[in-house]
Structure formats: C-alpha cells, structure tokens
C-alpha cells in the first residue's frame, strides 16, 4: 500500500476558524484523528473547535448544522466504520459518503472527509497516526488547502 505524500506544503490561512466534528463510535480511533487534527491546526495557528456526535451517519447532519452556523471556514468530520458480518458496513458507508458528498456539491463551505471505512480495528489503527498515515493531520491540511483554494478563486 502506498501512503499519500502531499504535492505541498498547508498554507497558513490567517483568520480561518475550523470545526472538527468526530462520532463518539469507534471513538478510541476517531479521538487519535482529532486530537492529531487539532494539534496540527494549532501548530499552524489556526483556530478550531471540537464538536461530536453519535456515530458516523450523525455526521452528515452535524456537519450541515455547522455549516448554517456561518461561523467555519471549513468542517472536517472524523469516523470509522469497521466491516462486520452484516450489510450494516454498507449502508453506513453509503449514506455518510453520499452525506458529506451532497454538503460539498451544495455548500460553500468545504466538508473535509476523515471517515475511515475499513475490514478490521488495525487497520483503522494504522491509518490513524499508524503506519499507514495519520488521517488527521492529512485532514487538517486539508481543510487549510481548500480554504486557500476558495480564496483564491473569490478573487478573481
């Protein structure tokens, strides 16, 4: 497996204010994505606020209410969804994907997806600060890099 590098570098975004929104299932894996989204937005001086729901479908509400709350530049939502022995991976994985999906076609403020959707608890493991990547800093920068881009093209 091959792990993301990025083309470049987060840019500093003065004044940006970024909601962190993770479900409190799976939460021993989502609180290691936030708190790696946090400290990587901090480092860059960028302002932040945590929120949490129930579990990954919550998301996509959450998400939209703050949206509406007009006050982020952007909103990254952290989850994780792990396969089991029934359809339930499924329709979770579909209706957060479609969720997040519909709030970045339909809003104008960007919605950064940090929602890991994998077989087993290591794997997830390893994609959150693991050996395989850390999620949440990749989200925070993210975020960053799609503020700029919106700024960006509101200039022209």
């Known amino acids: 497996m091959s792990q993301h590098t990025p083309t470049t570098k987060a840019p500093r975004v003065d004044g940006a204010n970024i909601a962190i929104l993770s479900a409190e299932w799976n939460g021993h ?16 001086g960028t302002k932040h606020q945590i929120f949490y729901v129930p579990g990954a479908v919550e998301l ?14 952007a909103v990254i939502v952290f989850g994780t ?4 022995g029934t359809p339930h991976f499924d329709y979770v994985c579909q209706s957060v994907t479609q969720g997040i999906t519909a709030l970045n076609a339909d809003c104008d403020t960007p919605v950064i997806f940090g929602v890991l959707t994998v077989d087993n608890e290591q794997d997830a493991l390893d994609r959150a600060g693991g050996p395989h990547g850390d999620k949440g ?11 700029a881009f919106q700024r960006q093209v509101q200039q022209l």
Not at 81 to 84: L, Q
Not at 138 to 147: P, S, T, V
Request: proline share 0%; with cysteine.
């Open 29 to 44: 894996i989502n609180q290691r994505m936030v708190d790696s989204a946090a400290a990587a937005l901090k480092e860059m």
């Open 60 to 73: 996509t509400f959450g998400a939209s209410q703050l949206i509406e709350a007009s006050v982020f530049d």
């Open 81 to 84: 969804v792990i396969r089991g």
């Open 137 to 147: 800093r990749e989200c925070a920068e993210a975020a960053l890099k799609m503020i």
